[in-house]
């Protein structure tokens, strides 16, 4: 089912995975998956390795799974820095032969060697996915914190409304620890003719060293009252994943209340943690038990 449409009809809950490099570990992603489909998501989203290299050609299979063994729609990640038009056109006739109709449409990091070759932003990525006439309903990210290159809000804004413009039907929200930033970057939106419905993403932080690396990564920023949260819970790793998984929920649960569109769990490759975050649904009322 698309996407679009189970956001129309209700608040959505959903879950990410990303596919291991390698053949034995694509089992071990499929285990992961059929644990995450256990708690019955909207969808579950597999990511894709920009340019093509390491975990990329892993994305369909295991959304293929996703989608036909495990009965849970699958949202394929698609990036496109570094690709030529023939390379995303193949990827989109691997989606079509593997009955998947779920697309995210990214434009993908900057990295050493990845230039842009048909497609400079997420936006012309759109374009030419809407142009190939595939039956796909497309995602796309969006930024409550602005994306780090951006250099002005306003022009952060722009590229959202191109990529709405270019045929998204839908948005999903990189991480973020504040919602408040979400609240207010909901607000803007619609101020810069930004209508398309928006999932929130929330990442539980499991260790110091991640929310740190995320931080750098993606340009989260960290409140004071999430460094709090690690300073109580001291050196002890499980102690530091349980404060934020902890934290997490709370947000989840905030969110819940302040009428998102849909909440998107980047439960990436810990079923533990997807579960925490259905439970704290379950007990606010957000989903049905
Ligand atoms: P774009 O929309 O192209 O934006 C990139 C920058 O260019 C922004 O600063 C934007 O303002 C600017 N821009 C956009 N259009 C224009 C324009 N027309 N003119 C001028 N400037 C413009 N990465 C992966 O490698 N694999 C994944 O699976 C993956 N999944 C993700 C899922 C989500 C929900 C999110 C939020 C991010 C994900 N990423 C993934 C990371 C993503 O690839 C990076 O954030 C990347 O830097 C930007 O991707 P984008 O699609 O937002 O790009």
Known sequence: MRIADKIA????????????????????????????????????????????????????????????????????????????????????????????????????????????????????????????GADLCIGAACYPEGHVESPTEEESFESLYKKQEAGADYLVSQLFFDNEDFYRFREKCLRHRVRLSIVAGIMPFTSVKQIQRMAFTCGASIPAKVVKRLVLAGDDPADQARAGVEYACEQLVDLAA?????LHVYSMNKPAVAHAAHEALLACGYLGA
């Not at 302040?258 to 849909?262: Q, Y």
């Open 9 to 132: 009809a209700r608040q959505t809950f959903s879950f990410e995975i990303f596919p291991p490099k390698g053949e034995l570990p694509l089992e071990e992603a499929r285990a992961v998956a059929t644990e995450l489909a256990a708690d019955r998501p909207d969808w579950i989203s597999v990511t894709y390795s920009a340019g093509g290299s390491g975990n990329s050609a892993n994305t369909v299979p295991i959304a293929s799974s996703i989608e036909h063994e495990l009965g849970v729609t699958a949202l394929a990640h698609l990036t496109c820095l570094g690709s030529t038009r023939a390379d995303v056109d193949a990827y989109v006739s691997g989606l079509a032969d593997a009955g998947i109709e779920n697309v995210l449409a990214l434009r993908g990091d900057r990295a050493p060697g990845r230039e842009a070759i048909d497609f400079e932003h997420a936006s012309d990525l759109i374009e030419h996915l809407r142009a190939s």
């Open 258 to 262: 302040n009428g998102v569109d849909g």
